[in-house]
């Protein structure tokens, strides 16, 4: 488990809006989108003593 493959994962839900901020490029995305995301995802794919971090 790594945080690209979250990342990788969240942006294949179409919900990332990719575009200019100034002239850095950036990723926009609703937050609590994101976080419940990222929740569930690490919840399915957990593995070995990743597991043992997480609080209840």
Do not use: I, K, Y
Request: charged share 25%.
């Amino acid at each position: 488990m790594s945080c690209e493959e979250l990342g990788a994962a969240f942006e294949e839900t179409g919900a990332v809006a990719v575009g200019q901020v100034g002239s850095a490029a950036a990723r926009l995305m609703d937050q609590r989108t994101l976080v419940d995301f990222g929740a569930d995802w690490m919840a399915r794919n957990r593995h070995g003593a990743d597991a043992d971090v997480a609080g209840p």
